[in-house]
């Protein structure tokens, strides 16, 4: 259940987003998701693609700097509320580094949210036990 | 298994090697000589050293024991640029064969050349180097020193060719090359900067390459002052046996002097080049073991004798036996140089400072760069520090932390605060190899 993110660290200077992108797209890889967090002189640019092993390779050969880690996709209700009543659940009250929402296109009722969690493991015990749906890297791909 | 003049590892005897191993008063004997020649030879060919030993009224007669050393003027590096090209040749330029140069960042780049007799000294000094070091005529050397006017590729190149070796002249550069070259060509031992070999250990290791796996045994780093720490972390990192090879371009390029297999200081081959100790503020001879300004006087140069040259470069001669049996005597690694240091707020700092408060931090050494400041009359200090993979984190609070963490390191060390900024690596400026660690845009009027 767990997903592999990419972390790539970049220096906040014009144009090294584009050289992050620009390799990725030559090795043909796709974005499925991407945030940025930013602390002035660098940013942490987190993605989730199409082939995460490849895209490592790819970013290493270019000299630039990434890490893979784990997070965990769950399925939240779009409508009002959704997100409180995940974080009601035991799981909410773990340490939780960062959290964005997942594009989804054709769901109205259904949002996607990745979680960083610093034990992704226990996390994923407690959010089965509470019934959320997690899902797989597979299911993230569709 | 040190090896000595007597039973080296081949069993053979190696003359230029015995020179290291010479019975004291002989080779005072031949220092006083040599150097009373030099004397002669630059006070009658180089208009400087001449008018200046008039100045101080000093004739090379008066040079009489080695202590009479002292009645010399010292020369600087400014002289070699006032001087450019060739002021202080002492050789017709028939008899030079070879000509290197600095690179010239801080205008006139100096010139150096060397006759025959010079060449053949220089690659000897190498040679009894990397004897010292426990290299053979079997070692296959990949030699990432910069070739060209820098002297240190062509200075080692020329050693490891007397010695035998079979040398790869790969030169600096194109890194993912080095490495496949190390890999396939089974490199036995290498020769080059620390701080690009640092390079080349992060990128192996971002290419799966473990480079103890390797064949390579040793290596001989110089052209840069570098710290134990950084030669732990080498050596850890990699395998190897590093060892420190010292040299500059004024005296001859690197051979001036090197380590043992005892790594307990550099052996300067003083039957070449006369090393001493000065107070750098009174300009005082201090005596063996006290810390200074190493001097470095030429004692067989033919093409541009050099006489009492300031290197800049802090350090104490040691004249304790060593355990290799070596009667020439060491110098302590070079941790720092006084022109490396900057004053910042009243503090003096050395790089090799920061260098130390950055392994301290993360048991990492990180390609560094120490940008000085003023803004608003307050001196200001940016460290930026190139981030590795092993550094990073996905999380921000992660990576305030590794920033503080630098940063609070050394501010223990230095006692001031300092901005530290992470970047990524490979974005700091290498200039042929060597790292260029202290860049300062502050607009003082007139320099040291």
């Not at chain 1, 964005?100 to 949210?113: D, F, G």
């Not at chain 2, 020329?158 to 060509?185: H, Y």
């Not at chain 2, 100790?277 to 006290?290: S, W």
């Amino acid at each position: 259940m767990k997903i592999p993110q990419i972390s790539i660290f970049v220096s906040n200077r014009p144009g090294r987003l584009h050289a992050v992108c620009k390799s990725l797209a030559d090795a043909d890889i796709n974005l499925l998701s991407l945030t940025l967090a930013d602390s002035g002189e660098f940013g942490l640019i987190r993605i989730i693609v199409s082939n995460p092993e490849k895209a490592v390779e790819v970013l290493s050969e270019s000299g630039i700097v990434a890490t893979v880690t784990d997070v965990i996709a769950c399925e939240v209700s779009a409508l009002k509320g959704g997100l409180a009543k995940l974080l009601s659940t035991p799981a909410g009250s773990l340490q939780i580094d960062y959290m964005y929402a997942y594009p989804t296109c054709n769901q109205k009722e259904i949002a996607i949210m990745i979680l960083r969690f610093r034990d992704p493991d226990e996390a994923i015990s407690l959010l089965e036990k509470a019934g959320v749906q997690l899902l797989s890297r597979k299911e993230l791909l569709v | 298994m040190k090896s000595s003049c007597w039973n080296d590892q081949n069993g053979l005897f190696l003359p230029e090697m015995s020179l290291d191993f010479m019975p004291v008063e002989r080779l005072k004997q031949v220092q006083l000589q040599r150097l009373q020649a030099t004397v002669s030879l630059a006070y009658e060919k180089v208009p400087l050293f001449r008018s200046r030993m008039d100045e101080k009224k000093v004739k090379p007669s008066d040079i009489k024991s080695l202590k009479d050393i002292a009645l010399i003027p010292f020369t600087m590096k400014k002289d070699l640029r006032d001087t450019y090209p060739y002021g202080l040749f002492a050789a017709e330029m028939k008899q030079v064969v070879r000509l290197h140069a600095s690179s010239g960042t801080t205008g006139k780049p100096i010139v150096v050349g060397y006759t025959r007799e010079d060449m053949e000294v220089w690659s000897q000094v190498v040679k009894r180097g990397l004897l010292a070091t426990g290299y053979t005529k079997d070692d296959i050397v990949q030699n990432f020193y910069g070739y060209g006017l820098f002297t240190g590729g062509l200075g080692v190149h020329g050693g490891l060719e007397a010695l035998g070796a079979a040398v790869i002249p790969v030169s600096g550069g194109n890194t993912e090359r080095q490495i496949m070259i190390m890999k396939d060509f089974e490199v036995t031992a290498i020769a080059g900067t620390p701080s690009y070999f640092v390079r080349i250990i992060d990128v192996a290791e971002r290419m799966g390459i473990d480079l103890r796996t390797l064949k390579i045994k040793r290596g001989l780093f110089g052209a840069e002052p570098w710290s134990d720490g950084m030669r732990d972390y080498i050596e850890e990192r990699s395998g190897i046996k590093a060892y420190d090879i010292y040299g500059l371009s004024e005296i001859i390029g690197p051979g001036v002097g090197c380590e043992c297999e005892c790594q307990n200081g550099i052996h300067i081959f003083e039957d070449h080049f006369y090393p001493e100790i000065i107070d750098p503020e009174t300009l005082e001879p201090l005596p063996d073991g006290q810390e200074g300004e190493l001097v470095i006087s030429t004692l067989s140069k033919q093409a541009m004798p050099i006489l009492r040259y300031r290197t800049r470069d802090i350090t104490a001669i040691e004249n304790t036996p060593c355990s290799c049996g070596r009667t020439i005597r060491r110098i302590k690694r070079i941790g720092r140089r006084s022109d490396d240091m900057f004053i910042i707020r009243g503090v003096n700092v050395f790089p090799s400072q920061i260098e130390t408060a950055l392994l301290r931090a993360e048991k990492a050494l990180p390609h560094y760069q120490i940008v000085l400041d003023r803004k608003n009359h307050l001196d200001t200090v940016e460290v930026k520090v190139e981030v590795s993979r092993d550094m990073m984190s996905d999380s921000m609070s992660d990576m305030d932390a590794l920033n503080k963490r630098f940063s609070h390191s050394i501010e223990q060390i230095l006692g001031i605060s300092v901005l530290v900024t992470l970047c990524e690596p490979g974005s700091l400026p290498r200039s042929e190899g060597k790292a260029k660690r202290v860049i300062d845009n502050r607009t003082q009027g007139g320099s040291l």
